[in-house]
Structure formats: structure tokens, C-alpha cells
């Protein structure tokens, strides 16, 4: 750790460094993620900090049990009270090395802990990552938000692109009633009534929140399970699939039970005593946020179990006061039949070294191309088309999700 006055001192797990800061009254440290840091990160969150829930401590904390990363904290302090913070894990991918959010692909609509109306030297913090850590190759932090509640992301100061990929979410705070008339309401009512008798018919149904640790083992092994067939049909890897992911994920909304309302939540569709659509959901402030859904491709799924599970996943949030229920990342024709909001987000790639620039400019090019095709649709269906005759699949396999 490295002091305001630029000291030298010992880094658990980074060797020394030393460091001259720009303001004597700003202390930028970068350490750890020992049990002393994550409590220091914790406190900054709660108070007053705003942040994302996969920059949130709750999240940070599973990840380093689970995944046990080469993590470091970024505590960014003024006057011995932290503003800022930064929760990284260092990956090898090939011969780099890179520091990302925690998280990796899972970490979506990222916001670092903030203390509103704290200025931040960017580039005194990248400045301290790398004299901290010369090992690594490149900092890259994924799918930034430009802003929460009206503060802008600090991190968007740095040299950043467009993420290919969007998020669609709704405004709902004029109720379900009124959300249903802007987004055709004769049509998803009949259809979901039309639904619910089917699925009576099958054995009838019930809507389920995970409320114990046995329910959320339930609802996330049988997530796992739809997605996992999900993947394969569609020829994709499946990012669940690591140990430490299924770990992190079911440690997440375990300890989130006791808290009202919980941050992190399950909800499952079960119909003749069997699950048939799961979805998982994080929850901020008035936004709530499906990180990841998937159903059973069973004889049931062509009744769109996982549309019926977000009619009533919607209808809850506007009972409950919130103001937009967002479906995360992904462009899908099920999402757009809902959502009146597109957001943007935005990655950062900063080289820390001189191959780091290399790669940066390798993964510039990546998603210049992933969103080219993506804009074709044409050509993204071919891209899936081949997805799916690479997994042994015909072309026209029905995608579940």
C-alpha cells in the first residue's frame, strides 16, 4: 500500500511500489482483497455511496469466497474518508494479462461505489494500478453505465467504446395498467389469459420467490439445468458452467434472504409440480434487473413459460412502487415487446503495458465486428445458423429462451 505522501510500502500480493499523488488530500490505495480491505469497501458502500449491484459489496465479497481471484481493491480516500472504490480481479487470458471487474461477463450495468459529488483523477488511479501491479497488461472494465440516479461514471473519463451489445428496460412507474396500454394491452392480456389456461390444464401453476436456502437450491439447479440444454442447442459456451460461477451465484442469493427487500432474488415458474422457467434478478434503489432467465425446453415450452414468468415478474414490480423493470443485456423480440428504454453501455481499455496495446486495439477491432454483424440481421442469423450446425443441431432447432 502506498501512502498520500508517496511512501513505500509493502502491497500484499503486488510487491512495492511507490507513488507521488497529484492531491495531498487524496489517498489512492490499491491492496488485497483481504478480510480488513472488503470491510473498508463495504463501509464506503454504505455510506452514501452509490453503485451497481455487481459492484456492490454483497457481490464483491461472494466472488472473492468463491472464485478466489487474484483481486485487488482500488480505495480511493479524501481526508481518511473513502469516495471511491474499485474491485478488480487480475485473468490470464493467452500471454496477457488483464484486470477486469469482478465478475467478468456476469458483471452487467457497472457502477464502482461513489460518493456523489467526489472528484476523481482518473488517471491517478490508473497511474497507481499499474506502478501497483507491473505485471499487468491492460485494464479493462466491461458494460459501464454512463451514469446511476444522475451522477456520471467516473470510469468514462478514460478512453472507452461502445459495448455491442444493448440493454432494454421500461418505465413503470405509472403502474401495470398504464404499461400495458403503451405496450399493446388487449394483446398481452389475452395471450397471458390464454397461457394460464394451459397451464392449468397441464397441472396447473404457481409463481415461486426463492425465501430459503433449500428453494434457492432448487430454483438455481434447475436455472442451471435449462440453460445448460439452452447453450448447447445453441452451439454457445456456457458461462455458468465453472464451479466457482455455480458457487458464487448460489452463495449471492443465499445470503441475500434475510434482507427485505432482497437484493438479489429468484423467482421460478412451476407448473404440474415441475419448474419450468427460472429467472434471476438483482435490485437497486427503484430498479430491478433480470440478470439471467432461462426455461425448460419441454412439452410445455411452446406455451412461453418465460414470457408468463415476466408478465407477473412486471406486474409485481409495479405493484411494489419501482421505477423500471430492466431486462439486462441482449436484444431480443421479447424484451422489445415490453421495453421503451435502450441503454447504452460502454467499455473501458486502458493499456498498462506495451503489449497491453496491442491487445486493446485487438479487442477495439472485436467489437466493431460483433456489432457490425449484430446490426445485420441477416448476417447474425447466419452467425447462429452456424452456431447451431457446429453443435450438431438442424438450423432450424427452436432457441428455448
Known amino acids: 500500500m502506498v501512502d498520500a505522501q508517496g511512501a513505500t510500502l509493502d502491497v500484499p500480493g503486488t510487491g512495492r511500489v511507490s507513488y507521488t499523488p497529484t ?13 480488513d480491505a472488503l470491510q473498508r469497501y463495504a463501509e464506503l458502500a454504505g ?30 480516500e479524501v481526508r481518511d474518508r473513502p469516495v471511491m472504490g474499485l474491485a478488480l ?25 461513489l460518493r456523489p459529488g467526489a472528484a476523481i483523477d482518473m ?10 501491479r507491473p505485471d499487468v497488461d491492460l485494464l479493462e472494465l466491461d458494460r459501464l453505465v454512463a451514469d446511476y440516479d444522475g451522477v456520471a461514471n467516473p470510469l468514462l ?5 461502445q459495448s455491442p451489445n444493448p440493454a432494454l428496460a421500461v418505465e413503470i412507474t405509472e403502474g401495470f395498467e398504464a404499461l400495458l396500454r403503451r405496450s399493446g394491452s388487449m394483446r398481452k392480456r389475452k395471450k397471458h389469459r390464454a397461457q394460464a389456461r394451459k397451464l392449468e390444464a397441464a397441472g396447473g401453476y404457481r409463481r415461486i420467490e426463492a425465501s430459503t436456502p433449500e428453494e434457492v437450491a432448487r430454483l438455481f439447479d434447475a436455472f442451471l439445468a435449462m440453460k445448460a440444454n439452452r447453450f448447447r442447442e445453441a452451439g454457445i459456451p456456457d458461462v455458468f458452467a465453472p464451479p466457482e460461477v455455480q458457487r458464487f451465484f448460489a452463495s449471492l442469493f443465499t445470503e441475500a434472504l434475510p434482507a427485505t427487500p432482497k437484493p438479489f432474488v429468484l423467482h421460478g415458474l412451476e407448473v404440474g409440480g415441475r419448474l419450468r422457467a427460472v429467472t434471476g434478478s438483482s435490485r437497486m434503489g427503484d430498479r430491478i434487473t433480470c440478470e439471467f432467465g432461462a426455461i425448460a ?8 413459460p ?14 411494489e412502487g419501482l421505477r423500471v423493470y430492466d ?18 453501455h460502454w467499455d473501458v481499455m486502458v493499456p498498462l503495458a506495451a503489449k497491453g496495446r496491442l491487445l486493446a486495439a485487438a479487442l477495439r477491432l472485436q467489437r466493431r465486428l460483433v456489432e457490425a454483424v449484430k446490426r445485420n440481421p441477416r448476417l447474425w442469423r447466419l452467425v447462429k445458423v452456424v452456431r447451431r450446425s457446429s453443435s450438431g443441431l438442424s438450423a432450424s432447432a427452436r432457441d428455448p429462451d
Not at 28 to 35: E, F, G, W
Not at 157 to 161: A, E, K, Q, R
Open 297 to 304: 425446453n419441454d412439452e410445455l415450452a411452446q406455451h412461453s
Open 157 to 161: 473519463t478514460l478512453p472507452h467504446v
Open 23 to 35: 492531491q495531498s488530500t487524496c489517498e489512492i490505495r490499491v491492496c488485497a482483497a483481504t478480510p
Open 327 to 344: 431486462f439486462g443485456v441482449g436484444d431480443e423480440p421479447y424484451k422489445r415487446s415490453w421495453c421503451d428504454i435502450e441503454i447504452r
Open 123 to 132: 488517471d491517478a488511479v490508473v497511474s497507481r494500478i499499474a506502478a501497483a
Open 47 to 76: 455510506d452514501g455511496a452509490l453503485f451497481a449491484p455487481a459492484q456492490s459489496p454483497a457481490w464483491v465479497s461472494a466472488w472473492v469466497r468463491a472464485a478466489q481471484p487474484d483481486a485487488l481493491l482500488v480505495l480511493i
Open 306 to 319: 418465460g414470457d408468463f414468468l415476466f408478465f407477473q415478474n412486471i406486474e409485481e414490480a409495479c405493484a
Open 89 to 113: 480481479e487480475v485473468v490470464r487470458t493467452g500471454p496477457f494479462r488483464i484486470a477486469r471487474l469482478m465478475g467478468g461477463r456476469h458483471a452487467n450495468a457497472n457502477f464502482p461505489p
